[in-house]
T-cell receptor, first 114, second 116 residues
Framework: DGGITQSPKYLFRKEGQNVTLSCEQN?????MYWYRQDPGQGLRLIYY???????QKGDIAEGYSVSREKKESFPLTVTSAQKNPTAFYLC?????????????FGDGTRLSIL | AQKITQTQPGMFVQEKEAVTLDCTYD???????LFWYKQPSSGEMIFLIY??????QNATEGRYSLNFQKARKSANLVISASQLGDSAMYFC?????????????FGTGTRLTIIP
């Protein structure tokens, strides 16, 4: 089955700790995205990547870092510099071949502070 | 200014009735696309329907249709014959087609509750 796998489903972070959220896709999509969702809010773009070894900051990149070493994988690290990391994190992917192609989403990771 | 505005934080609708979820957008691009997503309580985002700015007809997908009024910059989602499983958050999103720009901008969503 083609899709996007995010892990873990739940994650807890201690003060001063970096944590990494995993996102893997087997849809052969070129573009991948990370969004943050706070309660009662829409999605805000953290980082996106359209090609391996290249990525761009979204609207709220401070305190986050990413890598894109393989087409299938786009891990997100929430660093200790992100002072309010508690949120629901969604990874998405899409083709770049046409404007009508939707982004496909994973099931999300819920991050909380211990 | 907000690019996507969803003015209805919550709606309650009787089962089997039709429901319209409002979405207005703001862009200076001539070429753009509008998407609707459904987010059940489990959290995943489910793509429902797409409307391109140059599409002359309103998009339809099963029980979902999009009432696209370009001059008013509105792209309302219509769900016909609502079902209990339609209870969820619904998000409107826009993609502006500037070269190399594949980003989506999301509204704040509408929580739809279907009453038996």
């Amino acid at each position: 089955d083609g899709g996007i796998t995010q892990s873990p489903k739940y994650l807890f972070r201690k003060e001063g700790q970096n944590v990494t959220l995993s996102c893997e896709q087997n849809l052969n999509h070129d573009a991948m995205y990370w969004y943050r969702q706070d309660p009662g809010q829409g999605l805000r773009l953290i980082y996106y990547s359209q090609i391996v070894n290249d990525f761009q900051k979204g609207d709220i990149a401070e305190g986050y870092s990413v890598s894109r070493e393989k087409k299938e994988s786009f891990p997100l690290t929430v660093t200790s510099a992100q002072k309010n990391p508690t949120a629901f994190y969604l990874c998405a992917s899409s083709t770049l071949t046409g404007g009508n192609q939707p982004q496909h989403f994973g099931d999300g990771t819920r991050l909380s502070i211990l | 200014a907000q690019k996507i505005t969803q003015t209805q934080p919550g709606m309650f609708v009787q089962e089997k009735e039709a429901v319209t979820l409002d979405c207005t957008y703001d862009t200076s691009d001539q070429s753009y696309g509008l998407f609707w997503y459904k987010q059940p309580s489990s959290g995943e985002m489910i793509f429902l329907i797409y409307q391109g700015s140059y599409d002359e007809q309103n998009a339809t997908e099963g029980r979902y249709s999009l009432n696209f009024q370009k001059a008013r910059k509105s792209a309302n989602l219509v769900i016909s014959a609502s079902q209990l499983g339609d209870s969820a958050m619904y998000f409107c999103a826009m993609r502006e087609m500037s070269f190399g720009n594949e980003k989506l901008t999301f509204g704040t969503g509408t929580r739809l509750t279907i009453i038996p």
